[in-house]
């Protein structure tokens, strides 16, 4: 007999907040605002309720969640498309993760070489509140 955990809502939660740190605030150093909204067309990184099904167990929510976080740290490096390649192959294996769980990611380190010297997040993110001033 086995027993399974299912992944709690906090869990769901910080991959959704993982998700959107990708997409509005990693995202935007390295790609044009075209560039930016085709990746939004073609589904990259989005999470239907399907998503939430194939990783609905405690151990497949922490992995999916411990490669996002591996992917944004070695994004978030001076020049991730020059590190050493032990990080390279960990780039590689966390977006091979996302991919058995069917999160469209479809990028190599090298596609993160371009990083923009002065970004405006303003784009894509998500505003604090909705009010007028």
Excluded: W
Aim: with cysteine; proline share 5%.
């Amino acid at each position: 007999m086995k027993v399974l955990i299912a992944s709690t809502m906090e869990q769901e939660e910080k991959i959704t907040e993982l998700i959107r740190q990708l997409k509005e605030e990693i995202f935007p150093r390295f790609f044009e605002m075209e560039e930016l909204e085709r990746m939004c067309e073609y589904g990259v990184l989005h999470l239907t309720e399907s998503h939430f099904e194939l990783f609905s167990t405690l151990r497949d929510a922490f992995q999916l969640i411990a490669s996002l976080q591996t992917i944004i740290s070695i994004l978030e490096t001076e020049e991730p498309a020059s590190l050493p390649p032990h990080y390279q192959e960990m780039f590689e294996r966390n977006t091979m993760i996302l991919q058995e769980f069917d999160v469209s990611f479809p990028f190599f380190l090298s596609h993160f070489t371009n990083k923009k010297s002065h970004v405006s997040y303003l784009a894509y993110a998500t505003p604090a509140n909705t009010f007028l001033i």
